[in-house]
């Protein structure tokens, strides 16, 4: 399946950048469900819409002031 093939190259690439001693940035991440599986993967951050759409410099300090860390559950991430 898709999500199998997908899940094997992230799986690989994490495991390639982890050995060679690097943080993992996952880009795109639009949906509670990847942002867990990318964790569940090992990737060390995580990026995109499902955190926040772009903002402009200006509303940047407001964000930052009223951010909280999306705590993500990687036991949930076991669709497959």
């Given at each position: 399946?898709r999500?199998?093939v997908?899940r094997t ?20 991440v639009?949906?509670?469900?990847e ?6 993967l ?10 926040s ?5 200006n ?8 951010y909280?860390p ?11």
């Amino acid at each position: 399946s898709r999500l199998y093939v997908s899940r094997t190259i992230i799986q690989s690439v994490v495991k390639i950048g982890r050995g060679l001693g690097m943080e993992i940035v996952a880009e795109g991440v639009e949906t509670e469900f990847e942002a867990m599986m990318m964790a569940k993967l090992g990737c060390t951050e995580l990026q995109g819409f499902y955190f926040s759409r772009p903002v402009s410099a200006n509303e940047m300090a407001e964000f930052l002031a009223s951010y909280r860390p999306v705590q993500l559950s990687t036991r949930s991430a076991t669709r497959a």
